[in-house]
């Protein structure tokens, strides 16, 4: 019985897999996570290498389409206030299948858009959805993995957001020259997200409630001993209102603030950059779409590199702050960058910018999820959801901002902006639990038990 209970399909019968997956089934469910929000990502970034051709089309300004962008991101503090709560009651699988769905549906209505506001509607309708599946992926993903290093855990959680960017660019770059327009994207995008929600709603399934409240500071529970026939005890009732104690913590709240900092850059590179190059270095389109995927490239290999270290070396706030501080100064370079620069001299640019910055996030989430597992097992969901709830006011900050700066002083100015960000982060990281260098023999010794923080 044993046996089979555990065979790869047989997770499939029941609506929850009622054991912690190992091997083969533990990579496939894990993988899924990364598709479904590889293509969200893609979705969500598919206007940034077309952004030129939006504009010319509807005949409108970098300031008009910052505006919409910036309610977009009020939308999507909206979605991970409500949706973020639905990730820990009803498990994470429902915020993975039918976000996905909706794009679907959506980008095939963008691509039909008579006009500039239907099309931005639809946008702000997307960032909703996408909200509602950020805290889901998350704690998903540490669901799955409470024996690997964290920050591991997180790369390739990061593997997902680089690939949607990379994805974003790279289809822009091999398919604008055959089909120009911004509409072509819109279809391409609805086709990929028709496939991906099938194969999840399909294959993917959530731990149960009882399984997921084993996992405690990267261990897992041993699981009770249960006679033939007889059923596993039912989580305590009160599980969801213990997660509520995240929301009390003032060590995770000053945490939280580095995604602020960092969604800010992020937001510049996917949605910005390929304009950036278009208008301020006269790249084509497709070329700027090009160079900008040489830092995904790059960023994809740096956070696997970057989770190992942090995982090794055991410093979180350490690797985290030299990926801020070294990305703070490469924009600061590309920002000086003469506007003739040849093409290959931004591409080596920007694929060191990407290098660094990929030593930013699965460090910074390996310190957020101790910090949250240690307050209460059953509050991640709403943890993360915190963090997406703050994120959109660097993209309010930022859509406002950013064109209007653009406007009066220039692209470089703006890069620059972007790069003292980077600095910030790399100082918020202090307010994270554990030490910025931990010795050699310590390293050798097993990870304590997570107190319990504040």
């Given at each position: 019985?044993?046996?089979?209970?555990?065979?790869?399909?047989?997770?499939?019968?029941?609506?929850?897999?009622?054991?912690?997956?190992?091997?083969?089934?533990?990579?496939?469910?894990?993988?899924?996570?990364?598709?479904?929000?590889?293509?969200?990502?893609?979705?969500?970034?598919?206007?940034?290498?077309?952004?030129?051709?939006?504009?010319?089309?509807?005949?409108?300004?970098?300031?008009?389409?910052?505006?919409?962008?910036?309610?977009?991101?009020?939308?999507?503090?909206?979605?991970?206030?409500?949706?973020?709560?639905?990730?820990d009651?009803?498990?994470?699988?429902?915020?993975?299948?039918?976000?996905?769905?909706?794009?679907?549906?959506?980008?095939?209505?963008?691509?039909?858009?008579?006009?500039?506001?239907?099309?931005?509607?639809?946008?702000?309708?997307?960032?909703?959805?996408?909200?509602?599946?950020?805290?889901?992926?998350?704690?998903?993903?540490?669901?799955?993995?409470?024996?690997?290093?964290?920050?591991?855990?997180?790369?390739?959680?990061?593997?997902?957001?680089?690939?949607?960017?990379?994805?974003?660019t790279a289809?822009?770059?091999?398919?604008?020259?055959?089909?120009?327009?911004?509409?072509?994207?819109?279809?391409i995008?609805a086709?990929?997200?028709?496939?991906?929600?099938?194969?999840?709603?399909?294959?993917?399934?959530?731990?149960?409630?009882?399984?997921?409240?084993?996992i405690?500071?990267?261990?897992?529970?041993?699981?009770?001993?249960?006679?033939?026939?007889?059923?596993?005890?039912?989580?305590?009732?009160?599980?969801?209102?213990?997660?509520?104690?995240?929301?009390?913590?003032?060590?995770?709240?000053?945490?939280?603030?580095?995604?602020?900092?960092?969604?800010?850059?992020?937001?510049?590179?996917?949605?910005?950059?390929?304009?950036?190059?278009?208008?301020h270095?006269?790249?084509?389109?497709?070329?700027?779409?090009g160079?900008?995927?040489?830092?995904?490239?790059?960023?994809?290999?740096?956070?696997?590199?970057?989770?190992?270290?942090?995982?090794?070396?055991?410093?979180?706030?350490?690797?985290?702050?030299?990926?801020?501080?070294?990305?703070?100064?490469?924009?600061?370079?590309?920002?000086?960058?003469?506007?003739?620069?040849?093409?290959?001299?931004?591409?080596?640019?920007?694929?060191?910018?990407?290098?660094?910055?990929?030593?930013?996030?699965?460090?910074?989430?390996?310190?957020?999820?101790?910090?949250?597992?240690?307050?209460?097992?059953?509050?991640?969901?709403?943890?993360?959801?915190?963090?997406?709830?703050?994120?959109?006011?660097?993209?309010?900050?930022?859509?406002?901002?950013?064109?209007r700066?653009?406007?009066?002083?220039?692209?470089?100015?703006?890069?620059?902006?972007?790069?003292?960000?980077?600095?910030?982060?790399?100082?918020?990281?202090?307010?994270?639990?554990?030490?910025?260098?931990?010795?050699?023999?310590?390293?050798?010794?097993?990870?304590?038990?997570?107190?319990?923080?504040?």
């Amino acid at each position: 019985m044993e046996g089979d209970k555990r065979s790869f399909w047989a997770y499939l019968k029941a609506p929850h897999v009622d054991f912690m997956p190992t091997g083969a089934l533990r990579w496939w469910l894990l993988a899924l996570i990364v598709l479904g929000w590889a293509v969200e990502q893609y979705e969500a970034l598919k206007n940034g290498p077309v952004l030129v051709y939006i504009l010319e089309d509807f005949d409108k300004s970098l300031v008009q389409w910052g505006q919409v962008a910036a309610v977009a991101g009020l939308v999507y503090s909206c979605g991970a206030v409500v949706l973020s709560r639905l990730a820990d009651r009803f498990g994470r699988r429902p915020l993975m299948i039918w976000p996905v769905f909706a794009y679907m549906g959506i980008s095939i209505l963008g691509a039909l858009s008579p006009n500039f506001w239907t099309l931005a509607f639809l946008v702000t309708a997307g960032q909703f959805m996408m909200a509602g599946m950020n805290p889901a992926v998350h704690a998903a993903s540490r669901d799955l993995t409470p024996r690997m290093g964290r920050a591991m855990v997180y790369s390739w959680v990061s593997l997902a957001f680089t690939i949607g960017a990379l994805m974003s660019t790279a289809v822009a770059a091999q398919t604008l020259p055959i089909w120009p327009g911004w509409r072509s994207q819109y279809w391409i995008a609805a086709a990929l997200a028709g496939v991906t929600a099938v194969l999840i709603f399909v294959f993917y399934r959530d731990l149960s409630l009882r399984v997921r409240g084993q996992i405690l500071q990267s261990q897992v529970l041993p699981e009770p001993e249960v006679a033939d026939g007889a059923t596993t005890a039912a989580p305590s009732p009160t599980a969801y209102d213990d997660g509520r104690l995240v929301y009390r913590s003032p060590r995770l709240w000053l945490l939280s603030t580095v995604i602020v900092f960092w969604a800010l850059t992020y937001v510049t590179v996917s949605g910005y950059v390929p304009t950036f190059l278009t208008q301020h270095h006269h790249l084509e389109p497709a070329k700027a779409a090009g160079v900008t995927s040489w830092f995904w490239v790059v960023f994809t290999i740096s956070v696997f590199i970057s989770g190992w270290l942090s995982d090794r070396l055991k410093v979180r706030k350490t690797v985290t702050a030299f990926g801020g501080v070294t990305t703070g100064c490469c924009f600061f370079i590309g920002a000086n960058l003469p506007t003739d620069a040849s093409a290959a001299t931004l591409i080596g640019v920007w694929s060191l910018t990407g290098f660094f910055a990929g030593f930013i996030y699965p460090a910074w989430c390996a310190i957020y999820s101790e910090t949250a597992e240690g307050i209460s097992p059953y509050g991640v969901g709403r943890a993360f959801g915190i963090t997406a709830t703050l994120s959109p006011i660097a993209g309010l900050f930022l859509n406002l901002g950013l064109p209007r700066v653009v406007e009066a002083f220039g692209w470089s100015t703006w890069m620059m902006i972007a790069g003292g960000c980077c600095f910030c982060a790399a100082v918020l990281v202090g307010f994270g639990h554990g030490p910025w260098w931990v010795s050699a023999a310590d390293r050798k010794n097993p990870v304590a038990p997570l107190a319990q923080v504040p």
